[in-house]
C-alpha cells in the first residue's frame, strides 16, 4: 500500500508514540504524600511562635495544602535533577548532614573519671596564669647595630657589679614600664610577647640577667618575684572541663562519619593539562586520589 510510505504517515505514527511515552511516564503512579499529626502539630507550633497565637482552622488548612504544594515541588524537582548542580543545596544539605553526623556517635554524658582525666591530659589549657614582678632594661638593636651583644654584655657586668643602682642606668627609650609587680603571664604576653613570657620561667630569681629577646628587641632582666600558675581542681573547672570533652567527642563522631562515607563514596579527579592550569591543588584526603583512574 502506498499510503503506508508516505513520510507524513511516519511523522504522525512517531509524534503519537512519543506522546504516548510522555503520557505513560507522567501518569505512573507515585508515592503519596502523607501528612501525619506530628507534621501537622509541628506546623501549628511554627505558626504560633511566629505569630504569638494558635492558627485558625482556616489558616491550619492553607499551611497543610502549602506544605503539600511544597513537597510536591521538592519531589518532582528531586526527580528531574535539578538539586545536583545547585550549590546552595548541596551546601544546606552538606550543613543538615555535618548536624546528623555530630549526633550519629551520641555519647553519654561524661562520668567524673573521664573529666578528671581530661583535666589531667590538658592540664596546661585549665591552669591560672602564673605572677611575676621584674625588672627590665631595654636595648634597642636599631640602635646598638652589631655590637648589641657587646653592649648588653657590658651593661650586664656593671648592674652585677655590688655597688650598681640599676635606677641609674638607663638604657634605650622602651614603649614598656621598667619594672612590673605581679603580672600575669597574660600581661607580659601582651607587653613582650610569649618568649619573653616563657624566658621567665626558666630565669634565676634576684640576679640580673641577658640579654632576653623579646618583640620589641633585647632586655636585662632582674626577676625578684614568681608566683607558678594555679592548678585548679576538677570542682573548680567541672563545667568548662565537661563542654571542651564533649565538644572534642562531637568533632570525633563527624571525623570518623566523614572518614567512613568517603570510603562508600570513593572520587576520581580528572586534573585537567598542567598547560591549562596555573597549578594543581594539592589532593589531600580520602576523596582525592591524584589523577584518574
Not at 46 to 65: H, I, M, S, Y
Not at 91 to 108: C, I, N, P, T, Y
Not at 138 to 149: E, S
Not at 248 to 267: C, I, K, N, S, T
Amino acid at each position: 500500500m502506498r499510503f503506508l510510505r508516505e513520510p507524513l504517515l511516519h511523522f504522525l505514527l512517531l509524534g503519537a508514540a512519543l506522546f504516548i511515552i510522555f503520557f505513560a511516564w507522567t501518569s505512573k503512579p507515585t508515592a503519596r504524600i502523607v501528612i501525619s499529626p506530628s507534621q501537622v502539630e509541628q506546623l501549628t507550633k511554627n505558626f504560633t511562635a511566629e505569630w504569638q497565637r494558635p492558627p485558625t482552622a482556616a489558616e491550619l488548612k492553607d499551611l497543610v495544602q502549602d506544605y503539600i504544594l511544597t513537597e510536591a515541588y521538592r519531589r518532582e524537582a528531586v526527580a528531574r535533577g535539578l538539586d545536583r548542580d545547585d550549590p546552595v543545596i548541596r551546601d544546606r544539605l552538606r550543613m543538615k548532614m555535618e548536624f546528623l553526623a555530630e549526633g550519629a556517635l551520641h555519647q553519654a554524658d561524661p562520668t567524673e573519671a573521664e573529666l578528671q582525666t581530661y583535666l589531667q591530659t590538658h592540664a596546661a589549657d585549665y591552669r591560672g596564669d602564673a605572677h611575676y614582678t621584674f625588672t627590665q632594661i631595654y636595648l634597642d638593636p636599631a640602635r646598638h647595630n652589631d655590637h648589641l651583644q657587646r653592649d648588653a654584655a657590658e651593661l650586664l657586668a656593671r648592674l652585677k657589679q655590688p655597688d650598681a643602682k640599676a635606677d641609674t642606668i638607663a638604657g634605650d627609650p622602651c614603649l614598656q614600664e621598667r619594672t612590673f609587680k605581679n603580672a600575669s603571664t597574660a600581661d607580659v604576653i601582651r607587653a613582650f610577647g610569649d618568649d619573653f613570657a616563657r624566658a621567665l620561667d626558666r630565669l634565676p630569681m634576684n640576679a640580673w640577667q641577658g640579654p632576653i629577646t623579646s618583640s620589641l628587641g633585647e632586655h636585662l632582666v632582674l626577676l625578684t618575684t614568681r608566683i607558678p600558675g594555679h592548678e585548679p581542681t576538677l570542682a573548680e573547672v567541672r563545667d568548662l572541663v565537661r563542654k571542651d570533652l564533649v565538644e572534642e567527642r562531637r568533632q570525633a563522631a563527624r571525623v570518623q562519619f566523614e572518614h567512613d562515607m568517603l570510603q562508600r563514596y570513593p572520587a576520581e579527579i580528572h586534573w585537567p593539562p598542567p598547560a591549562t592550569q596555573a597549578s594543581t591543588p594539592a589532593a589531600t584526603g580520602p576523596a582525592a586520589t591524584g589523577g584518574a583512574r
